[in-house]
């Protein structure tokens, strides 16, 4: 399956392709593309928008883009849900402080986009090994709370 967003990509937009191709969709093929192109790309290539107004896998109900894939694809892992806590605060400004390392995330997810631009393709495959490390992080943090 397709998905498209506007390039550019930060923060949610790296996220979820990460998620998707990690736990929903292991063929997925991501789009970035004007902003003003997303719908029409959509439409032309079968893609599913995300990480735009409007649609249902971007920022509803007080959700960030990641959260709305995490409840549409019905992934149920605490580990993950806690990695959306993470993006959420990294992504959403005003709740930069909803979880420690969301502001840590937050710089670092930045630094990619000042170092690589619009190179959205390269900047996902440099960070996905860095949304590997922080889920295997948030499954030890998950386990640690199961145990106590």
Not at 19 to 43: C, G, H, N, T, W
Not at 111 to 133: C, I, N, Q, S, V
């Amino acid at each position: 399956m397709k998905y498209v967003t506007k390039k550019n990509a930060n923060v949610d937009r790296i996220a979820c392709p990460w998620l998707i191709k990690r736990f929903v969709d292991p063929d997925a093929e991501f789009l970035y593309v004007d902003r003003d192109d997303v719908m029409s790309v959509a439409q032309t290539e079968g893609a599913t928008p995300y990480d735009v107004p409007g649609v249902e896998l971007g920022h509803v109900a007080g959700r960030c883009s990641f959260e709305s894939i995490l409840v549409w694809s019905k992934v149920d892992d605490p580990a993950l849900e806690l990695v959306a806590r993470i993006v959420h605060g990294a992504d959403v400004s005003e709740d930069i402080a909803i979880e420690p390392e969301a502001a840590g995330l937050r710089a670092i997810a930045h630094g990619f986009a000042t170092l690589h631009g619009d190179d959205d393709h390269r900047k996902l495959a440099l960070e996905t090994p860095m949304y590997d490390a922080l889920y295997a992080w948030c499954q030890s943090r998950v386990a640690e709370r199961l145990v106590r």
